[in-house]
């Protein structure tokens, strides 16, 4: 049966198989198409719900260092809480540069991530077209 959260799958004296069980909080978190500068990029995600779970707070790491960025390890810049397409501006980057980027969302004491994107920023000077061999999806 479960009790407080965990389920005992057969007791034999002393020995219990005692299962962890944990609710997958229901919504998912993408990126969108991101227009990338020398210094400064705009980024969009989108959060779906896949139940009653609310989305407190969402929006995107980055980092030039780690391929993986997190809340914990990285940048972030928030846009906003619910669900739905958000976008954001991340500023101060360096031209001619690898950023690994992510969007974000949290809910019910979840964060959960998209997959990372990389990018590359375009060289300084080089105006403000974007074509999409300036980021790479991985």
């Given at each position: 049966g479960i009790r407080d959260g965990f389920a005992d799958?057969?007791?034999s004296n002393s020995d219990a198989n005692v299962i962890r069980c944990v609710k997958d909080v229901g919504f998912t978190v993408s990126t969108g198409d991101f227009d990338v500068m020398s210094e400064y990029a705009v980024l969009s995600g989108n959060v779906k719900y896949n139940d009653a779970t609310p989305v407190t707070d969402r929006g995107f790491v980055w980092s030039s260092t780690t391929s993986e960025p997190t809340l914990s390890n990285?940048?972030?810049?928030?846009?906003?809480?619910?669900?739905g397409d958000y976008t954001a501006t991340i500023t101060g980057l360096?031209?001619?540069?690898t950023y690994y980027v992510r969007a974000y969302a949290t809910g019910g004491n979840v964060t959960k991530y998209s997959r990372m994107v990389e990018i590359i920023t375009k060289k300084s000077g080089s105006g403000d077209d974007f074509t999409e061999?300036?980021?790479?999806?991985?």
């Open positions: 799958f057969g007791r990285a940048t972030s810049v928030a846009s906003g809480a619910g669900d360096k031209p001619e540069t061999d300036d980021y790479e999806w991985e």
